[in-house]
């Protein structure tokens, strides 16, 4: 199947210098979920119209992700309606399967709904499919136009409608699904003889119909499929509805949503059984739930793995990490890219930890950063400990073996070890290796000045 997604369009009641079809939804671009659903549903070549801002929407495309073959380009320019621009792609075309018109503006179109209009063309000669939407308010839209016996006899624009046919509830989603060959011809034939001015791409159902073709419609159950994008408050209304339906299936998983209206996936959330999300949580990229784990209020996780058992806690922040089971982490805590938390590990609140291995049963609760560090099991972090991991030009590890203690207000000096069962004393600036199993302190000597008077302020 070819897959036309037409992109050009500049919109500008976006009132933004980005691309219309760049702006996401759920964490990525409107386009990509465009084409994502079009490879879903069968689509061999992607095929994208671009015409304003076409190199950034190109490059963009070329980063995406998640797609399975590369996407080809065709150029609108200047942009002349949907007509125009399907025109515009007529070279790039496979004239052996049907081809699928799309919008790089309606986002939420669902791969399933595709496979159900290929299915339906395929059942229907000659293949011409066309998705409709029955609206309670179809403002904006083309109508449908039926026989007294339900066949299609086209669809006419608002803006050329009477006031009759302007009580349609049926509406043309544009998404249409046609033999190549026979598009291509309509398609070269289509004049702009309307109100606008602009080729549209709906008159081809007039032609065919002209020509004795009976044009199969499906009706789409969820609206939210068929909406476009225009402006930055329909974003964000299709925003929320994307969130929902992703919020519906979690739930429906057994995932416990404290509100399935606040919550923000912007990528893959996957969720093993029992676990619970508190308010405010957002998701990007891949993140991975296991069984029973539970997340605070106000977390945002990205690109990490939490294991079986394991606390998040309120106000957390997770990048690129891996949580192992039964482990807690904040609140207010930061775990930076190549952090690994072992079992039943503990990082607390206002603690930073980042390209480092945290081992089982260890802890650091309170105000420290652990950066570039290997930790081994059952070590206490004293309050606000650092470890002093960068000397102005290179980044140097610190080893902390098992079963260590460390006092509070502590610097570590990379590179440096503690060896097993050491205690470091609160304060000391640590840089050489601590022996094993010793108290390692360095700390100026204790004064008291007996007879010192403190400074009093001077009256003027």
């Not at 002349?80 to 699928?100: N, Q, R, Y």
């Not at 470091?424 to 199993?437: F, H, I, K």
């Amino acid at each position: 199947m070819n897959v036309i997604v037409l992109a050009a369009g500049k919109g500008s009641r976006m009132r933004s210098e980005r691309a219309k079809v760049l702006h996401a939804i759920g964490g990525q671009p409107m386009l990509w979920h465009v084409l994502k659903a079009a490879e879903q549903a069968g689509g061999t070549r992607l095929i994208c119209v671009v015409g304003h801002q076409a190199d950034a929407v190109k490059a963009a495309v070329e980063r995406f992700e998640g797609l399975s073959q590369p996407v080809v380009f065709a150029h609108q320019e200047p942009p002349m309606g949907t007509g125009h621009a399907v025109l515009c792609a007529l070279g790039l075309l496979d004239e052996s399967p049907l081809t699928l018109v799309l919008y790089g503006d309606v986002p939420l179109i669902q791969a399933q709904t595709l496979r159900s209009m290929h299915a339906l063309a395929d059942a229907h000669a000659p293949g011409l499919c066309l998705l409709t939407a029955t609206l309670a308010d179809p403002h904006g839209y083309g109508r449908i136009l039926r026989d007294p016996g339900g066949r299609v006899l086209g669809c006419i624009e608002e803006k050329d409608a009477t006031q009759d046919q302007r009580t349609i509830t049926e509406v043309n989603t544009g998404i249409l699904l046609a033999p190549t060959r026979d598009l291509a011809r309509w398609v070269r034939q289509i004049d702009n003889q309307n109100a606008q001015g602009e080729y549209y791409l709906t008159d081809v159902l007039a032609m065919a119909v002209g020509e004795g073709k009976e044009i199969a419609t499906m009706t789409c159950k969820d609206e939210s499929e068929i909406l476009g994008v225009n402006s930055q408050s329909q974003r964000a209304e299709l925003e929320r509805r994307h969130q929902q339906a992703l919020a519906l299936d979690l739930m429906d998983q057994g995932t416990a949503l404290a509100d399935p209206a606040r919550i923000d996936i912007r990528g893959h959330l996957t969720c093993a059984e029992g676990v619970e999300i508190d308010v405010g949580c957002v998701f990007e990229g891949d993140v991975w739930l296991g069984e029973g784990v539970v997340i605070g209020p106000n977390c945002v996780l990205k690109n990490s793995r939490v294991e079986a058992g394991a606390r998040i806690e309120a106000m957390s922040h997770l990048d690129g990490c891996i949580v192992g089971p039964r482990a807690v982490v904040g609140p207010f805590a930061r775990l930076r890219p190549g952090t690994e938390l072992l079992e039943a590990s503990h990082v607390g609140n206002f603690s930073e930890v980042k390209n480092s291995r945290i081992g089982p049963y260890s802890k650091a609760n309170h105000l420290s950063y652990i950066g570039d560090a290997t930790v081994g099991a059952r070590v206490n972090i004293g309050a606000g400990t650092i470890t002093c991991n960068y000397d102005g030009a290179e980044k140097h590890r610190t080893v902390i073996e098992d079963d260590v203690f460390i006092g509070s207000d502590t610097q570590l000096v990379a590179p440096v070890t503690v060896h097993e069962g050491a205690t470091l004393g609160a304060g000391t600036t640590l840089t050489a290796d601590a022996p094993a199993q010793q108290l390692t302190l360095s700390r100026a000597r204790q004064t008291s000045i007996a007879r010192w008077k403190r400074p009093k302020k001077q009256a003027h």
